[in-house]
């Protein structure tokens, strides 16, 4: 597999007349059991897939062009073509295809193809039609062989053998004999059946035949022959153009004469079916096509040779990249790199690839960066620099980042781009928008995600803005600097247009970087300047940017646009349009009838409260109407909100006087009077028992002082609730109601340490709270605790700190118990009236 006589290309040709390739690997030639014959079998020569499987038909013609392509269709606009590395290995899968069929190695093609309506008709052919005869090639005889070549044009199988006839006899360097002899004579009917003759052996469509015209010695006579066209008055001086005008130009020399000879032949070609032939008609469109691939395949063997030519693009990027070579010489060399990626096109994705990692290898970047202020090689750079875009946009952005470091913000390649896109001369600006789209595949963050490098799309969307986007929207700020639109010309609305496609496109993927330059700029301001256009495209590209940013609903936005009022420029586009039914107008209500959908409230309140009398008037579309019954709704629930806020706090103070009023709880209340002065009787019981025990043991009752304390203290303690409900009575009748006082009975102690007497706490008086006592219950209750503390601190000079602390927590829980146990019942009051409550 490592024999390079088998290295072939798989080509084939697509519905566009191109040939597609297939991949490169090595061919072979043996019986295939599931065919049933010899056949073509091409292994990839990296992974040893199968690239093709082709049996050998003895019903096939093959073709061999070129000494190093065989040709083959296998279906209907189904060809293939195999193009060899090496003539020997040609020879030798040619040698075996004309093998199996019964052919003589020595004929270009094996078998005479027959269309289908020659097929149903070949019996009504004479025998004498297959047999094509030249005239001899005389002077006399040309108008003769003019009407011959021209009369089997519609006959596949009558050009097949004149293709023949003329190869076989070396016919027609004969012919071109003769031209030069009509030329010396000035013989102007002999150029002119010259002119005919050769046409028609061009439209015969035979690669063997474009060997011998194109070929060195023959070249310059057929386009001599082609330069005598019946319908011109004159002839054209195509060889003069190609021998004196158009000049072959070797920036580096190239020492490879095989390699300078097909750039020869090639351009010459391609001047011939360009330039020279007239275009095809209908009827006449594949009758070229092998000249195409003549020319294709041509392209593709001129830059595989100068690609493996090592030394020849080392010797070109060390001249382009030297900053001591001269200028007219780098326009040379750019010119080149220019030309030399152009033809780059003709290769299949695998092969420009690799074409392309080459040149980047090689510093392509780097060197376009050079010499920027010749107009001519700035034009050529960006040329290239499209190119080498559509390849990677990638690599480029990795390359315009690091430029910063080492070059102003002016002659920054991406910056040198937007000026050119800027200052592009056409009136139509056709390269403006090329390089309008080139930078739109810069910025694109869609193909910043499959990068290896995660932080690219944030780094070069950082870059781009602080360093470019002050040049991309220069013009426009500057057109509108005054909120007047400076220059409305055709060219200036073309360019301004384009820069707006492109702001659009940020708004639509640049969330964060976009959004901060529109603010600091006042950028949308400046757009909506140009609604006043007089080129409605241009009007209609600043409504589209306005458009694209309250389609992101967002309310950074929204306030942006509320505070600086820019509704209006649009409004007032509307209003000034009038009735007429326009796209203009369309796109207008379009915008609102989105605000309305998507019910973006902060700017439905803006426009009704701003602009609703303006557009009332406007019924032929139900839009404004929505916008207002949009913009009621919405009061209208704000409205019930804010009531019901209001009444919920009213509900409060009701449901006080409702559980005030309410005869039910009476009982609820007594119980829990009742327990709360139980709950701190029993405490207080206990603590002073301890208390008491405390001091018996420790001799603290032994002085008569000491029991005067703590009967005063107990006497007060059975006081307090009484006073609860003395203040409580005193509250509602005005006088105080009269409670008799406790008898205190007073029990011995047989104690070993002192003989004293114990004071017992008198039963807790039960109080009723009945209906009229509530309403002084918190306020006498309140009263009732600063009595305590008043008298607490008269007399509680020898008790100790802790006992202060005890007394005040028990008090403190009984308290506590109170309110908790109300405010339970005011929140269960409350719900259920919101349960009632319609709202």
Known sequence: MSDTRRRV???????????????????????????????????????????????????????????TLIVWSEADNYDLALSFQEKAGCDEIWEKICQVQGKDPALDITQDPIDESEEDHFEEIPETTHLVELPPCELGRLEEIADLVTSVL???????????????????????????????????????????????????????????????????????????????????????????????????????????????????????????????????????????????????????????????????????????????KRRELVNFVKEFCAFSQTLQPQNRDAF?????????????????????????????????????????????????????????????????????????????????????????????????????????????????????????????????????????????????????????????????????????????????????FLALCALRFMRRIIGLKDEYYNRYIIKGNLFEPVINALLDNGTRYNLLNSAIIELFEFIKVEDIKSLIAHIVDNFYKALESIEYVQTFKGLKGRYEQEKDRQSQKLNRYRRDARSMDEDEELWFNDDDDDEDGEAVERRMDEDFSDSYEKFMEAKKGNLLNCGCFRHPENFVLSSRITTWSSSVTAGAANGANGANNGKSAAIPPASPAVTSSNSSSASVKTVALPATPVVKVTKRHKRGLLSSKKKNVNAFFLIYLKHVGTLSVFSLCFSFRLLLSGWWTTLTMRMKRRKTRRSSLRESDPV
């Open 9 to 67: 290309k798989v080509y084939t040709l697509n519905e566009d007349r191109q040939w597609d390739d297939r991949g490169t690997g090595h061919v072979s030639s043996t019986f295939v059991e599931r065919l049933k014959g010899i056949s073509l079998l091409v292994r990839a020569e990296s992974d040893g897939s199968l690239l093709l499987e082709s049996k050998i038909s003895p019903n096939t013609a093959y073709q061999k062009q070129q000494d």
């Open 154 to 328: 519609s006959s596949p199988i009558r050009r097949e053998k004149l293709a023949l006839a003329l190869m076989s006899e070396g016919y027609i360097k004969k012919l071109l004999g003769l031209f030069r002899v009509c030329e010396d004579l000035d013989n102007r009917e002999g150029l002119h059946h010259l002119y005919e003759i050769v046409r028609g052996v061009l439209f015969l469509n035979k690669a063997a035949l474009f060997e011998v015209m194109f070929s060195d010695d023959c070249i310059m006579d057929v386009v001599g022959c082609l330069e005598y066209d019946p319908a011109l008055v004159q002839p054209k001086r195509h060889r003069e153009f190609l021998t004196k005008t158009a000049k072959f130009k070797e920036v580096i020399p190239i020492t490879d004469s095989e390699l300078r000879q097909k750039i020869h032949q090639t351009y010459r070609v391609q001047y011939i079916q360009d330039i020279i032939l007239p275009t095809p008609s209908v009827f006449e469109e594949n009758f070229l096509s092998t000249l195409t691939s003549f020319i294709f395949f041509n392209k593709v063997e001129i830059v595989s040779m100068l690609q493996e030519d090592e030394k020849f693009l080392t010797e070109v990027f060390a001249q382009l990249t030297d900053e001591a070579t001269e200028e007219s």
């Open 356 to 536: 392309y990692k080459t040149l980047a290898n090689l510093g392509i970047l780097p060197a376009l960066e050079i010499g920027m202020d010749d107009l001519q090689v700035r034009a050529a750079a960006i040329d290239i620099f499209s190119y080498l875009v559509e390849f990677s946009p990638s690599m480029v952005r990795e390359f315009v980042m690091q430029e910063p470091q080492q070059t102003e913000d002016d002659v920054l390649l991406i910056n040198v781009v937007i000026k050119q896109m800027i200052c592009d001369s056409d009136p139509e600006l056709g390269g403006a928008v090329q390089l309008m789209g080139l930078l739109r595949t810069l910025i694109d963050p869609e193909n910043m995600l499959a990068s290896t490098n995660k932080t690219e799309k944030t780094e070069f969307l950082s870059f781009f803005y602080k360093y470019c986007m002050h040049v991309l929207t220069a013009p426009l700020l500057a057109n509108t600097a005054h909120d007047k639109n400076s220059k409305d010309n055709f060219q200036t609305a073309q360019l301004l247009a384009l820069i707006l496609e492109l702001l659009t496109f940020c708004v639509e993927h640049h969330t964060y970087h976009i959004k901060t330059y529109i603010m600091n700029k006042d950028l949308l301001r400046r757009v909506l300047v140009l609604m006043n256009s007089k080129h409605t």
